[in-house]
């Protein structure tokens, strides 16, 4: 393989290693493929034009061309002159999709669906990248620059992946970036000549080190020094202190690590919860089963945020410690509220990531393998360098049950907790304060005010569900979501806890998941889409209670509404942790959609979508593509694969000719000759044409280390060209196509493997196709410059 061809791999290789940390970003990620075959095209068309050669910005030019023509086929092919070449409408539908794609990238958390503009984004920026590789690399010949458009790239998929990028993806951009570099070195090493040192591959006298053999000194130099970066590089960080922070959607840990200390630091989950209630399809990301006998209420919190100060809802900085074996009986809760002890296990799906573990509130016992740590103010566990993927766990919660008359009755809240969560920013509008107390407006309790809040924002106050609506949390988010009635549950329950806390109820918002949609064998599964936030009201004797204010979304707890037989638990029904409790890949249909989302009318069309698009457009659908843009990309790439096919199809047709029958006696020798000569060129004896036949026989079987019977065969030929060339009355000269045949064979047994190979897909003799097109093209400016003369000089003549 030439230095060249070498440098190309290595540039594709090293853009698609880049590339892959893009891989996390969008799930499914079929795009890769397509982004993998443009990437080959353009590799495969600079190798054809660098080879004619073509000057370096043409080379560019034609691969950028080839890149737009995939793309328009790919993406635009409808719009497109004979659904291949790129009009206005198509530069139009680009712009379309581009455009989709930045608001696609605005609105779903990662990872995100591959919907079309997305996949736009990400060939497209693929391509662009490794167009600038290989133009540095290849076309230009500097290696070193082209690391600047692979560091860019691996930089976007680690910002937009928040870090989760990973060591791994770092470690295959950094290897395909050295790769790319000791590709480079070598090839300007074999330049300066053959690299003797070590032992020869062959025996052959000649044969360097370099060639096929043990790889010599500054190769394996070279290596070392990258493989001691590399190392360098990922152990050096495990040393440094880190300085990520925020738990919820990778926003960082931020929690102490070891003994009993540490701060769990504030988090802001708002764009997290929206992007995953915006998610086009379900997904599982934990299944359970429970002893209780209604799940209905089986909500599963995550984390609570105590902490208002006017721009958002935020979690305290707030002191974490080991997980106890017993959890601490709840803060305010008396005993003689009913809360009968319930049993759940819990099995996260591998692909959920989350470092706050979702459990029933309040949680009596946790039973967990791995580093997790306990904050004692919002009872929850949050992870030490621990995530729920693919975890197992059992929680024993109790279910709370006050009554209505229990709460109504409830003592004054300690001072220290309601100074602290009753507090409001000084920025807080007045009328969020007058519209709590006209909503409140004859309440005799704070429970018959938290109800009367409850109930104006889910039933009586004309507010609608809507997810597409701004999820700001400032004081005027909330004055606007008053007055326009929209929003979606963190709009809900911020309000409603700003209200509560306006009113002097202390008031904390809890996100998590709503309890999931029953399974058939008895399993509770909860997707994606079940997020949810919902506010905690504080109240002496029972503690923190749930209340339900969003319309269509969970349900109002018993004790908020007429009493009903409450679902207390059978101790009978104790909950199995058999493996039909494992996460399945995809929820079906009716299990995926929840009865609240049901009620909502948000089921029916993508469920729709999903039955129509994922099995009728076969693999075709499954990258992505409609069924024509998969066929113009497979005639694409059979195409592609035809060219690097057509200089060995052509050297056959012209050996078959010129050791063929056919011609003169004088004819055929120098025929024969010709075809000799180009095989050894080929096989990297270069021509000499101011030698004479014998003694370029003669160097032919020195450099081409030709056996004896073809040495023989080649003076042979040799001494009968000089006889057609020379002599009077030459003799037919007999036998030659067999010994031509020789001296083939001798050549080919002769070279490596690499260089037989080249020979017979990138022959050097093919370049005879370009000095015969190049001659053609003088032949026809002269015999055009000749018949156009006579006319230019009657027009110089008569310019009238």
């Not at 034009?49 to 092919?77: E, K, S």
């Not at 540490?262 to 708002?270: C, E, K, Q, R």
Request: one cysteine or more; proline letters at 7%; aromatic letters at 8%.
């Amino acid at each position: 393989m030439s230095g060249r061809a070498r440098l190309t791999l290595a540039a594709f290789g090293a853009t698609l290693t880049a590339s892959a940390a893009l891989l996390p970003l969008v799930k499914p990620a079929t795009w890769i493929f397509t982004a993998a075959i443009l990437l080959g095209l353009q590799s495969a068309v600079g190798t054809v034009t660098r080879r004619v050669p073509l000057a370096r910005p043409l080379t560019i030019a034609a691969q950028a061309a080839v890149t737009l023509l995939v793309l328009t086929v790919v993406f635009a092919h409808e719009q497109a002159i004979l659904f291949v070449l790129p009009g206005p409408d198509v530069f139009t539908a680009f712009g379309a999709l581009f455009e989709a794609g930045v608001d696609d990238v605005g609105t779903y958390a990662i990872p995100a669906p591959n919907t079309p503009g997305i996949r736009l984004l990400l060939v497209t920026g693929v391509a662009v990248i490794g167009l600038l590789v290989d133009a540095l690399a290849v076309t230009f010949r500097n290696a070193a620059p082209a690391g600047l458009p692979l560091l860019a790239l691996y930089s976007v998929a680690a910002g937009l992946s928040g870090g989760g990028a990973g060591g791994l993806f770092f470690l295959l951009a950094a290897a395909g970036y050295l790769l790319l570099l000791l590709a480079e070195g070598r090839e300007r090493l074999s330049q300066w000549g053959r690299v003797f040192g070590g032992a020869q591959r062959s025996g052959r006298p000649g044969s360097a080190a370099g060639e096929g053999g043990p790889a010599f000194a500054p190769v394996r130099t070279g290596r070392r020094i990258g493989a001691v970066a590399l190392g360098i590089a990922l152990v050096v960080p495990l040393a440094l202190p880190g300085l990520d922070g925020g738990f919820l959607g990778g926003s960082g840990d931020g929690e102490g690590s070891g003994g009993e200390g540490g701060t769990i630091s504030a988090v802001n989950p708002l764009v997290s919860l929206q992007n995953d209630l915006r998610q086009p399809k379900d997904r599982e990301v934990l299944r359970y089963r429970t002893n209780a006998v209604n799940t209905g209420d089986l909500y599963l919190r995550l984390v609570a945020l105590d902490q208002f100060d006017g721009t958002a809802w935020k979690s305290s900085v707030r002191p974490i410690q080991d997980v106890p074996e017993d959890l601490p009986w709840p803060d305010g809760l008396a005993q003689d509220v009913r809360a009968p002890q319930v049993t759940t296990n819990f099995v996260a799906s591998p692909t959920y990531n989350q470092k706050w573990l979702p459990m029933p509130y309040p949680a009596a016992k946790v039973s967990i393998g791995g580093n997790w740590r306990y904050e004692p103010a919002g009872r929850m566990l949050v992870g030490d360098g621990q995530d729920t993927r693919g975890a197992r766990y059992t929680v024993t919660s109790l279910d709370v049950r006050p009554t209505g008359e229990q709460l109504a009755a409830a003592p004054a809240a300690p001072d220290t907790l309601r100074r602290e969560y009753t507090r409001v920013p000084a920025t807080l509008p007045a009328e969020v304060r007058t519209t709590a107390l006209d909503v409140t407006r004859g309440a005799r309790n704070d429970y018959e005010r938290a109800v009367k809040l409850q109930e104006w924002f889910a039933e009586d106050g004309g507010f609608a569900y809507q997810v597409n609506v701004d999820s700001g949390t400032g004081v005027q988010a909330i004055t606007r979501f008053l007055k326009d009635k929209r929003g979606f549950c963190v709009h809900f329950s911020f309000s409603m806890a700003a209200m509560a806390r306006s009113l002097g109820i202390p008031a904390r918002v809890a996100v998590g998941f709503m309890p999931g949609t029953p399974q058939s064998d008895g399993s509770v599964s909860v997707g994606i889409r079940d997020a949810h936030a919902w506010p905690e009201l504080y109240f002496e004797g029972a503690g923190w209670t749930r209340f339900e204010p969003t319309p269509s979304r969970g349900t109002a707890p018993d004790y908020t509404r007429e009493q009903s037989a409450g679902g207390a638990a059978t101790p009978s029904a104790q909950p199995s942790t058999s493996a039909s409790a494992q996460p399945s890949a995809v929820p079906s249909a009716s299990e995926s959609c929840p009865p609240q989302q049901r009620r909502l009318g948000e089921c029916g069309q993508d469920q729709a979508a999903a039955g129509g698009s994922e099995d009728d457009g076969g693999w075709f659908a499954w990258l992505g593509l409609t069924w024509f843009a998969g066929l113009a990309l497979i005639l694409g790439i059979l195409l592609v694969l035809c060219v690097p096919l057509l200089p060995l199809l052509w050297r056959t047709r012209v050996r078959a000719r010129r050791l063929g029958p056919a011609g003169d006696p004088v004819g055929r020798v120098l025929a024969v000759w010709e075809e000799i000569n180009d095989t050894a060129w080929d096989h990297g004896v270069a021509r000499d044409e101011s030698q004479t036949p014998r003694r370029t026989a003669a160097r032919m079987v020195r450099l081409g280390e030709l056996p004896p019977d073809a040495a023989d065969a080649v003076h042979r030929v040799a001494r009968a060209v000089e006889e057609a060339l020379y002599a009077p009355r030459p003799r037919p000269a007999t036998g030659l196509t067999e010994q031509a045949h020789v001296i083939i064979r001798g050549f080919q047994a002769s070279a490596s493997r690499g260089r037989r190979l080249r020979a017979l897909l990138l022959p050097r003799s093919a370049a005879r196709v370009v000095w015969a097109a190049h001659d053609g093209w003088s032949a026809a400016r002269a015999q055009a410059r000749t018949r156009t003369a006579p006319l230019v000089r009657a027009l110089t003549r008569n310019p009238s």
